[in-house]
């Protein structure tokens, strides 16, 4: 928990980390039950802890099977290379997190070439435009292995994908004869906000993966869930990765927490994020309100005259840790150690920012 750290002058308080909500340290009810977690050798599957979180998180998905893995970029990367193989193409969507974050690793460590399809808002009703180019000319485009969707949409932005946009989408992918990946690392977010049980998301995909580590506060991991043999299929690929683990159960005694008492708490989170967009506005920031859909505010701060550079630095200054996400936007991520409280501390930072 934040404390004010006292120093030679006057009393400074810590920065309040806005930067992500992967920030967020794990909680006292964590660091007992990780103090206190059976434990065995994962990697021959003995870890008790383990696979009471693996096969929690498949239970609550209604998928067969869980792996848990120390990273959501790991999953991702385990979920396609298991469904859609070397060298065919994966289709995503624009402002993924796979599109933007993990082109490289698709690249020099999966050998999947991605295809991104246009979307502003995270919902395509047809990829045709993009599956056409491997129809018209096969010979010169990749063949198409899976179809990657993505709750919340955007990292910058945490929009929500209902359900049943969910599933038409998934229509989508079956109707071009590939599997779907759901990349829910907030998708806890989403079904908080939608008001919808996990379940209802990851019912009509092939395979999805949550994060632990980023609104839910554990200190690592995520989990991949889907049928068992595809499942087997990624223990597998893991291994080969060098993510084999042994006594992993320490963080999944965290992740168990986790699920059990963090997932509730998020739409304070996402209130939070409400107001805060308001106050940023009202202290001459640009703000889309309808954008502010999860614990994600998304600023422009163009129309004040800053780059985005300029605002981080200023907002530092004052002890406010924001990140650039381009030449003129920024983003703020509100999570459990940003209380109602510190809401008008950064307003006001923000404030002078603007002022300076
Ligand atoms: C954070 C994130 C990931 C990657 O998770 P890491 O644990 O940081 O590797 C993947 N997809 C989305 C949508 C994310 O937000």
Request: glycine letters at 10%.
């Amino acid at each position: 928990m934040r404390r004010p750290i006292a120093g030679c002058g006057p009393v400074t308080r810590r920065p309040l980390d806005l930067r992500s909500d992967t920030v967020t340290t794990p909680t006292a009810r964590m660091r007992s039950a990780m103090a206190a977690a059976e434990v065995g050798d994962d990697v021959f599957g003995e870890d008790p802890t383990v696979r009471a979180l693996e096969a929690k998180s498949a239970g609550m998905s209604g998928m067969e099977d869980g792996l848990f893995v120390p990273s959501g970029t790991m999953a991702n990367h385990l979920a396609i290379l298991a469904l859609c193989g070397r060298g065919r193409a994966a289709i995503v969507l624009e402002h993924s997190h796979l599109a933007r974050m993990e082109r490289a690793g698709a690249a020099v460590l999966m050998g999947v070439p991605l295809l991104a399809v246009t979307t502003g808002n995270g919902v395509v009703d047809d990829v045709r435009v993009e599956a056409s180019l491997a129809r018209v000319a096969p010979i010169q485009m990749p063949k198409l292995g899976v179809l990657c969707l993505e709750n919340t949409y955007d990292l910058n932005r945490g929009l929500v994908i209902s359900p049943a946009e969910t599933a038409a989408m998934a229509a989508v992918g079956r109707g071009l004869g590939v599997p779907v990946f759901l990349d829910g690392a907030r998708i806890f977010n989403a079904a908080v906000a939608a008001g919808a049980p996990l379940e209802s998301f990851t019912r009509t995909v092939d395979a999805a993966q949550f994060c632990l580590s980023k609104g839910l506060s554990s200190p690592i991991g995520s989990v991949l869930v889907g049928p068992r043999d595809l499942i087997a299929e990624a223990r597998w690929l893991r291994q080969q990765l060098g993510g084999g683990w042994r006594q992993a159960g320490i963080i999944a005694a965290a992740g168990l927490v986790a699920l059990d008492e963090m997932v509730g708490r998020l739409a304070e989170d996402h209130a939070h994020a409400r107001e805060l967009g308001r106050l940023l506005a009202e202290a001459g920031l640009g703000v889309d309100h309808a954008q502010i859909q999860t614990n994600i505010v998304r600023v422009d701060v163009g129309g004040a005259g800053l780059t985005a550079e300029a605002f981080v630095a200023r907002m530092a200054a004052r002890r406010v840790l924001v990140k650039p996400v381009g030449p003129d936007t920024v983003r703020l991520v509100v999570h459990r150690e940003i209380a109602a409280s510190d809401l008008t501390v950064i307003a006001r930072a923000a404030g002078a920012s603007v002022a300076a």
